[in-house]
């Protein structure tokens, strides 16, 4: 079955401080892998895809890797408005439309 | 603003009753998708169309769920006699199919939150 599982659940760091989110999947065929980020009361906001292993993507102060098995989401000298909760996704090659979402990770960034 | 739209934006309703959501998809998407969330919890799919016609539904969605997409354009999500376990956040989210093996983006809307007393 596939399946997308997310670590920390939580993350609190101060400004400038650089982490890594870690995003696990087990699925059969990667059609693509996707990061989002929701802020409360929102919905998800695109932020990237992913399509192979090796492959990379950067927006700003965020950098998404992609492996054969898990996607890293770098945050590079974060500041507070990007204390978000960042959502991870797999979509199948055996699937046209679902994609399954991990539980995501919180992070706050203190000033 | 030229992103998904969801109406309404909170729904408080009690057991038994009937609630319709809407959603009005970004206009030159062919795809659009129900999800459901609840806390600290990641969105769950339910359904999607591919222009009007239906072509998946989760096992999620029991008998008292139905969709609609009459003309392709938007949707609704009707739940019918709720229960208290269908509170939830409520996204809709839409994409526009590429040829070739490429994944699909979706962009989601702002949700309707759904509380059932």
């Known amino acids: 079955e596939d399946q997308v599982t997310q670590s920390p659940e939580a993350l609190r760091l101060q400004e400038g401080e650089s982490s890594s989110l870690n995003c696990s999947y087990t699925v059969s065929g990667l059609r693509g892998l996707f990061w989002y980020r929701q802020d409360p009361g929102k919905g998800p906001e695109f932020l990237f895809t992913?399509?192979?292993a090796g492959e990379e993507k950067e927006k700003e102060r965020l950098k998404a890797t992609l492996t054969k098995k898990e996607s890293f989401l770098h945050i590079t000298a974060p500041k507070p408005e990007d204390s978000a909760t960042y959502l991870c996704?797999?979509?199948?090659?055996?699937?046209?439309?679902?994609?399954?979402f991990g539980s995501g990770t919180r992070l706050s960034i203190r000033p | 603003d030229t992103g998904v739209s969801q109406d309404p934006r909170h729904k408080i309703t009690k057991r038994g009753q009937n609630v319709t959501f809407r959603c009005d998809p970004i206009?030159?998407?062919?795809?659009l998708y129900w999800y459901r969330q609840t806390l600290g919890q990641g969105p769950e799919f339910l359904t999607y169309?591919?222009?009007?016609?239906?072509?998946?539904k989760s096992r999620l969605l029991s008998d008292r769920f139905s969709a609609e997409r009459p003309k392709g354009s938007f949707s609704t999500l009707e739940i019918q006699r709720t229960e208290q376990g269908d509170s939830a956040m409520y996204l809709c989210a839409s994409s526009f199919q590429k040829a070739g093996v490429g994944g699909n983006e979706q962009f989601f809307g702002p949700g309707t939150r759904l509380t059932v007393l």
């Open positions: 206009s030159e998407h062919n795809r």
């Open positions: 992913l399509y192979s």
């Open positions: 169309f591919q222009n009007e016609a239906q072509l998946e």
């Open positions: 996704a797999v979509q199948a090659r055996s699937s046209a439309s679902k994609i399954i």
